[in-house]
């Protein structure tokens, strides 16, 4: 697993928005705007159960996240790239947190996009690679 650091961990900590990229059955990128939670360890992304981010994910475990902020001074730009595996949770434990995590997060979440249990998946992105800039 890789390591995210200093000013990076925060950044993705507070970031409230990402991108996260999938392949496609016909081998194009997908790419979606998410919400996440991170944990310092993985990122937590809640999605319905069919939509077509997850049903890419049953075919290759693989995802990258985007996460970064756009500053009109191009000194402060700030970035991050993150490759890495998923997990597939539609129930259980690892729901359960991921789902406290962006419930947390994000406090509209609940209300407004409930995460039921087998409806909701919680994509559980593990980092094998990092990329900053």
């Known amino acids: 697993m890789a390591a995210v650091r200093g000013r990076y961990a925060r950044l993705l900590r507070e970031q409230r928005v990402g991108r996260l990229g999938t392949l496609s059955e016909d081998n194009t990128i997908h790419i979606v705007p998410i919400c996440y939670a991170y944990d310092g360890k993985a990122i937590y992304i809640g999605a319905e159960t069919e939509s077509k981010k ?6 290759s475990n693989k995802a990258t996240l985007v996460v970064d902020v756009y500053y009109e001074d191009w000194r402060r730009l700030m970035g991050m790239m993150i490759q890495g595996e998923v997990e597939l949770h539609e129930d259980g434990g690892t ?39």
């Open 95 to 133: 729901f359960i947190y991921g789902r406290r995590l962006l419930y947390r997060k994000y406090k509209q979440y609940e209300k407004q996009a409930p995460l039921q249990p087998r409806e909701s998946t919680i994509i559980k992105l593990i980092p094998k690679k990092i990329i900053t800039f």
């Open 54 to 59: 997850v049903r890419n994910l049953r075919r």
